[in-house]
């Protein structure tokens, strides 16, 4: 069985840092792409940001660009997510999702429950 | 980056009718597109992937069409089951949502 846990999520002060993980299991995890979806309260989804399977293609939204990074580690089938430089408007459920091919290029067929993420003063 | 549009925000509907929602994209995404649909609490479930192919598991009633830039979802009758919210999703470059379509009993 496909299961993606994420962790990490906490209540953050604005413009401090933190990370996210998303530990896989049930499926090759070296061998398909991960993203990073969210989800603010009442709203609807926003894709965040993505890595293919060897790390060699990484993408962002643009209203993350240059604060949150992305990366994984095949060996701990694991994903995380850097985020600094953190906003009020980055406050949301944080999905870990797994795409159905190696690259980027592809839908999501598998989603994790997800971590909460408040920014709050 | 793509911009997705669907419409209605909204939709009213009774067990057993016939319902259609639209995907608009700001640019040509072939047939890159998907279709989720979430319910209150829950994760994003897909049900249609390269516009018209039906992920496994997914019921016959559900379909989805269009090719470029704009695309259908349609629920040919409505079971209670099917109540939630949908999204579209290009996956042409990167990828990203349209802002959903709430589907609600009438």
């Known amino acids: 069985e496909v299961q993606l846990v994420e962790s990490g999520g906490d209540l953050v002060q604005p413009g401090r840092s933190l990370r996210l993980s998303c530990v896989a299991s049930?499926?090759?995890?070296?061998?398909?792409?991960v993203h990073w979806v969210r989800q603010a309260p009442g709203k609807g989804l926003e894709w965040v940001s993505g890595?293919?399977?060897?790390?060699?293609?990484?993408g962002f939204a643009d209203s993350v660009k240059g604060r949150f990074t992305i990366s994984r580690d095949n060996a701990k089938n694991s994903l995380y997510l850097q985020m600094n430089d953190l906003r009020a408007e980055d406050m949301a459920l944080y999905y870990c999702a797994k795409s159905s091919r190696q690259w980027l290029d592809a839908p999501f067929d598998y989603w994790g429950q997800g971590t909460l993420v408040t920014v709050a003063s | 980056d793509i911009q997705m549009t669907q419409s209605p925000p909204t939709l009213s509907a009774s067990v057993g009718d016939r319902v259609t929602i639209t995907c608009r994209a700001s640019q040509s995404i072939s047939s890159w597109l998907a279709w989720y649909q979430q319910k209150p609490g829950k994760a994003p479930k897909l049900l249609i992937y390269?516009?018209?192919i039906l992920e496994s598991g997914v019921p016959s009633r559900f379909s989805g069409s269009g090719s470029g830039t704009e695309f259908t979802l349609t629920i040919s009758s409505l079971q209670p089951d099917d109540f939630a919210t949908y999204y579209c999703?290009?996956?042409?470059?990167?990828?990203?949502f349209g802002q959903g379509t709430k589907l609600e009993i009438k």
């Open positions: 890595i293919s399977f060897n790390s060699g293609v990484i």
């Open positions: 999703q290009q996956y042409d470059i990167y990828s990203s």
């Open positions: 049930g499926f090759a995890f070296d061998d398909f792409a």
């Open positions: 390269k516009a018209s």
